[in-house]
């Protein structure tokens, strides 16, 4: 079975928004995957355009709103799940 034109764009914009959600957190002070966060004006950039390359993609399978917010809830799901991962990589999170 050889990919379509669909598969490969849905997979490439969960791919980029997830990476630009990913940006956007390893941006913050807090985070806790990094010694030291990425610079806070250069990740924010990064994740934008991602997050925008996201939409683009999303765009070209599901009408412009419906990507949008397909954006907004596979990035709502990384920034819940990426401090909870950091939380057990670290072990802050034990007792």
Do not use: H, K
Not at 23 to 49: D, M, N, T
């Amino acid at each position: 079975m050889t990919p379509t034109l669909d598969s490969m764009s849905v997979t490439s914009a969960v791919i980029a928004t997830a990476a630009g959600s990913a940006s956007l957190y390893l941006g913050l002070p807090r985070q806790q995957f990094l010694r030291q966060p990425f610079a806070g004006r250069r990740s924010l950039a990064y994740g934008l355009g991602l997050l925008a390359l996201g939409w683009a993609l999303w765009s070209l399978t599901l009408r412009p709103t419906t990507a949008f917010f397909a954006i907004l809830t596979i990035g709502m799901a990384c920034l819940i799940l990426l401090p909870v991962l950091g939380a057990f990589t670290t072990g802050r999170g034990r007792r």
